[in-house]
């Protein structure tokens, strides 16, 4: 008990020293921003015009100082370019001299070369922003601070693997790598970095499988891992995701079934699994999916009917299921989406006739029910879709005449019936819209005057 008081005192002394020498003296900090500025371009040198005096860098545009009582000393917290367009490299930037960087923003400017390993050096770092530049090479983060929360790279040319070592940021709440050439699997342990709310990750060369790990990051609310080259199913712990609002995972190689745990992500908004090899039927359980106004599942390999519970999803605005092999007939519950702008089950086996129900879409925009083998008449209830901007029904088996009703579409840009077996004439108003582009009705049985 005696000897505790000289032990703290002791290491106080000893943390101090370490503070003391890890503040990094103000004019280093203005020197090595000024070495900087001189390797960039003439344009961004006059751009920076305003980082000169040495003996005040914290007045400097962009750059934010904080005092801070370790570092005993006011020293520059933060740089922030973005969209300043500094052109060059980050190569000659002294990362040694900045260590009390908590924010570093060159987001959307004209920086080239690598991404630079020495920015591992920054420690108290919290955001790293240099998405939109044209950064290239392997992304370093094995010595990256762990403190950062915020990790934007997006929109640059950085290749490579994403490397493991990111399992280490166990603080980042967003971490955006999209849009760049990334090859390699995604690592499983970024399923350890619980905090996360987006995980964006695509168009890149991502290949491999969805890892079940990412089963673990419940904070998610944005998730998109689209456009890329993952294969494999979706893995049914995504259905722990429950404060999902976004899920993006069109354009990939994904195949398999839709797992029906997804229907538990009950707040989720926009769903899209296009353009991949995904078959068997649509789950009925996704009418469990409320809040969704945007639904896709275009190119893929579904069968079996259109559920019925579809029709539970009041909230849609879009709904896309064209290029599959879909078939019975359309139910008449769709009826009920009275919100959807864009309804599309272009290129199915559907059958059956087209319900008059449909009628009652009024802000429908596009209906596209071509490529499939619909039958009977086109129901003069379509007339009522005052805001349709195209209509196509091409290659049915559709039969009778063309409702003049069809005629009060005054929105109406593209319409095409051809293809089908439709006869009578050619009702006198069907070009009554000023805005229609095309119309297309070859292939079928009508007579009269094209008005
Ligand atoms: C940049 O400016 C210096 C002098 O200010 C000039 O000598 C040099 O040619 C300029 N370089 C370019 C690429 O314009
Ligand atoms: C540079 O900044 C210091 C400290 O704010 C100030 O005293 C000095 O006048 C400035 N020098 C010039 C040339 O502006
Ligand atoms: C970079 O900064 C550190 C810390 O201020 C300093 O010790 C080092 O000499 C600098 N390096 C260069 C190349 O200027
Ligand atoms: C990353 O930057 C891009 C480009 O500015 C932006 O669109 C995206 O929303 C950012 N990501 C996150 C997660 O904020
Ligand atoms: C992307 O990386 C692949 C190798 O993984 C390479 O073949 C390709 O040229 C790169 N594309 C671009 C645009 O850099
Ligand atoms: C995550 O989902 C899987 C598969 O649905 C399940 O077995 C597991 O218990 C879930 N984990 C948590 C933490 O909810
Ligand atoms: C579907 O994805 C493939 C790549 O997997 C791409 O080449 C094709 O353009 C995509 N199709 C559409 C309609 O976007
Ligand atoms: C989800 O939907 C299915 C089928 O419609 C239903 O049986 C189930 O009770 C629903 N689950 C929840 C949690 O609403
Ligand atoms: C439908 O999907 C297949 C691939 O499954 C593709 O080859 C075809 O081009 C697609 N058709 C349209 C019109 O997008
Ligand atoms: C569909 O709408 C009709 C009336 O328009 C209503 O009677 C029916 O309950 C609705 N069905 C569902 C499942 O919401
Ligand atoms: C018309 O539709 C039939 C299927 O109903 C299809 O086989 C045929 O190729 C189509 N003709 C043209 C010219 O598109
Ligand atoms: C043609 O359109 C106008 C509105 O642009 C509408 O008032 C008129 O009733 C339409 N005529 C027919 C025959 O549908």
Known sequence: METEPPKVLAS????LLLATALAPVPGEQARALL?????????SQHALRSWENMSAPCSWLGVRCTAHQRWRQTAISGISLRGMRPRGTLESLNFSALTTLTCLDLSHNYLAGAFPPGIGVLRELQALLLQGNQIRGSVHLGKMSSNLVTLNLSINHLAGHIPSEIGHLRHLV?????SNNLSGSI?????????LTT???FENNLSGNIPRELGYLVNLEDFDLSENTLSGSIPNSLGNLTKLTTLHLFQNLLSGQIPRELSYLVILEDLDLSNNT??????????NLTELTILRLWVNRLSGQIPRELGYLVNLENLDLSNNTLSGSIPIIIANLTKLTYLSLFQNQLSGKIPRELGYHVNLQVLDLSQNTLSGSIPDSLGNLIRLKT??????RLSGPIPPELGYLVNLEGLDLSNNTLSGSIPRNLCNSTKLTFLRLWKNKLS???P
């Not at 967003?174 to 999209?178: E, M, V």
């Not at 209509?391 to 049915?396: G, M």
């Open 391 to 396: 209509l196509q029904i091409f290659q049915n």
């Open 12 to 15: 106080l002394t000893v943390l």
């Open 174 to 178: 967003t971490l955006d790598l999209s």
């Open 448 to 450: 009269g005057q094209i």
């Open 35 to 43: 070495v900087w500025k001189a390797s960039l371009s003439n344009q």
């Open 199 to 201: 995980l964006n990750l």
């Open 278 to 287: 995904l078959s068997g039927s649509i789950p009925r359980n996704l009418g």
């Open 187 to 195: 690592p499983s342990n970024i399923g350890g970095l619980t905090k």
